[in-house]
């Protein structure tokens, strides 16, 4: 699934759709980033402030990630968030309301780095737009420690499936199985997202989700490090047919996967 990303760089322009950072809200920024600085090897730099205090992680200097601050009063479920690329926030925003999303956040400018807006499907899964100006997203990808794949866990993936496929321009391609209820996304003939219907196994508390999964070097190695730095395995290392891959939560409980492609 990882080679499914678009190749990054200081000129790409990402096919709208496509997911092209992910960001993550949390309560205690310093603490967060302590811990995802010691499990990545992340650095820190501060990003555009319009939604409070916000930081992006750095490997070797190209930029992975986001991760901001909650106000204290703001009792939000902790996750990261996938954005997805826009040519147009605005129009994207209100084709997400006409497939019967809803637009929580924006569409707003994140200073000069570009224009975003925070929308959910209509289960209730979170996810980001974004347009891009100075900043253009994840700049690199398959390295440990950068976003490898995007996949929504959500009740069954036909509706869902038509939502994103309209507001995006998705060719779906269903996994033929009695066993399992999964489409992949496609842009341009490349693999960019996953739905994953999981019926009532949906976790009750968080919804619908999206789940992002990061490249590591060595899954075993990074779950053992996980609980070192005080979070949690969720699901230990397993063999897929994608590589070995593992669920994890962090000291503050966002969610996220860890897979080590097969090389």
Do not use: N
């Amino acid at each position: 699934m990882t080679e499914a990303r678009e190749p990054a760089g200081p000129h790409a322009r990402r096919t709208p759709g496509t997911p092209c950072w992910v960001s993550l809200m949390v309560h205690g920024l310093a603490t967060t980033e302590e811990f995802y600085g010691e499990l990545f090897g992340w650095e820190f730099r501060p990003g555009p402030q319009q939604l409070g205090p916000y930081v992006r992680a750095l490997l070797d200097g190209d930029e992975v990630a986001g991760i901001g601050q909650l106000p204290p009063d703001r009792r939000l479920p902790i996750a990261w968030t996938p954005y997805l690329a826009s040519d147009d926030v605005d129009q994207t925003a209100d084709q997400v309301r006409l497939c019967g999303g809803t637009v929580a956040v924006g569409p707003l400018d994140a200073g000069d780095a570009g224009r975003m807006a925070l929308a959910s499907d209509p289960c209730g899964a979170v996810f980001g737009i974004w347009q891009t100006a100075a900043h253009l997203g994840t700049a690199v990808t398959g390295l440990p420690g950068t976003p490898a794949w995007d996949e929504l866990l959500t009740f069954e993936t036909e509706s869902v499936a038509k939502f994103y496929s309209a507001v995006f321009g998705y060719e779906e391609e269903p996994v033929v199985s009695a066993d399992i209820d999964y489409v992949t996304l496609r842009l341009e003939g490349r693999h960019v997202a996953g739905i994953h219907g999981v019926g009532q196994a949906v976790p009750r508390e968080r919804g619908p989700h999206w789940m992002t999964y990061f490249e590591v070097a060595d899954t075993d190695e990074t779950l053992d490090r996980v609980t070192g730095l005080g979070g949690q395995v969720l699901k230990p290392a397993r063999d897929s047919a994608h590589g070995r891959v593992g669920t994890v939560a962090d000291p503050e409980g966002a969610v996220f996967s860890l897979v080590q492609s097969p090389h």
